[in-house]
């Protein structure tokens, strides 16, 4: 791989790196194997982030670890100012938060419905999102790489563990629901919004590379196998211990954050969901795996 200067990184807490700790993150492992030095990588990703077609922008949290839908990461990409034609990478993601988590963690969810949704944010809005990333970063030069999403629970998750997590999202299932047929339920939407995504997302920017300012995109699949979803036999991702305790890095920084921005007694569900933002996403073994597959995008 040749050295890089510069790096911009939009998109949500994948692209962001929820829970880790910065030496962690995927975009410090590809800007360290880059030479890049660490000032030099922008990161304008944060938790929570949508794509954001057709809404209008709001002010975000103050912390990326806190999830909040704004800037949007079409803003992000919007509001960079700085040299875009002098920039050597843009990392970027976005859909599973216009889809939304809870969606796919519902059992009422529908699989169609679920299709149908990660089919408009994942490659309608991700194409709509590529062009103007396109836009903002001009240089023929300028390599972009969009990351795919993973098997938040799989057929190797133990099963028992799983509503603990759902209460995380304010999904409560009743005790006589806790029967594997809904649990298995909401393990086969995990598993289709992590293929369908990743197919989306392909197609997406298979259709803007073969546009004007194109050619130049890469779609980068970190190699997670259903043995690598939450609560499964080999983890790369955060999950909650048994005391619903958050198991990420940057907690015991991220809980204040959260206090502070959720001070209201009301705001008590938003709260504990962002005490645990981390869960269900890649943790330090899961950062090297985007990071590797990111590699396999640079010459």
């Known amino acids: 791989m040749a050295p890089l200067s510069r790096i911009v990184v939009l998109g949500d807490s994948v692209c962001w790196g929820q829970g880790l700790l910065p030496a962690h993150k995927f975009s410090t492992l590809v800007a360290n194997a880059l030479g890049t030095a660490a000032t030099q990588v922008q990161t304008l990703a944060h938790s929570g982030a949508i794509i954001g077609v057709s809404r209008t922008n709001l002010p975000g949290a103050p912390n990326g670890e806190i999830p909040d839908s704004y800037p949007t990461i079409l803003d992000q990409?919007?509001?960079?100012?700085?040299?875009?034609?002098?920039?050597?990478?843009?990392?970027?993601?976005?859909?599973i938060?216009?889809?939304?988590?809870?969606?796919?963690?519902?059992?009422?969810?529908?699989?169609?419905?679920?299709?149908?949704?990660?089919?408009?944010?994942?490659?309608?809005?991700?194409k709509q999102l590529l062009a103007a990333v396109v836009a903002k970063f001009p240089n023929p030069n300028t390599k972009i790489v969009v990351t795919s999403y993973f098997p938040i629970l799989s057929t190797d998750s133990e099963l028992l563990r799983i509503p603990p997590l759902l209460q995380?999202?304010?999904?409560?299932?009743?005790?006589?629901?806790?029967?594997?047929?809904?649990?298995?339920?909401?393990?086969?939407?995990?598993?289709?919004?992590?293929?369908?995504?990743?197919?989306?997302?392909?197609?997406?920017v298979n259709e803007t590379n073969a546009g004007p300012g194109g050619g130049r995109i890469c779609l980068a699949v970190p190699q997670f196998t259903e043995k690598n979803a939450v609560f499964a036999t080999?983890?790369?991702?955060?999950?909650?211990?048994?005391?619903?305790?958050p198991q990420d890095e940057v907690s015991a920084a991220r809980i204040p954050a959260c206090q502070a921005f959720y001070p209201k007694p009301e705001d008590i569900l938003s709260r504990e969901q962002c005490f645990r933002a981390s869960a269900g996403h890649p943790n330090v073994?899961?950062?090297?795996?985007?990071?590797?597959?990111?590699?396999?995008?640079?010459p």
């Open 77 to 95: 990409c919007a509001v960079f100012s700085d040299q875009p034609n002098t920039v050597d990478l843009v990392l970027v993601d976005g859909g």
């Open 97 to 126: 938060n216009d889809v939304d988590v809870r969606n796919i963690l519902d059992p009422l969810t529908s699989f169609k419905a679920l299709g149908d949704r990660t089919k408009l944010h994942c490659y309608s809005d991700m």
């Open 168 to 204: 995380i999202h304010g999904i409560a299932l009743p005790t006589q629901l806790y029967s594997d047929p809904v649990i298995k339920k909401i393990i086969s939407l995990c598993l289709q919004f992590w293929n369908d995504s990743k197919m989306y997302m392909g197609q997406a």
């Open 234 to 245: 080999d983890p790369w991702l955060w999950g909650v211990n048994a005391d619903l305790s």
């Open 285 to 298: 073994s899961g950062a090297a795996a985007f990071a590797a597959a990111i590699k396999q995008c640079l």
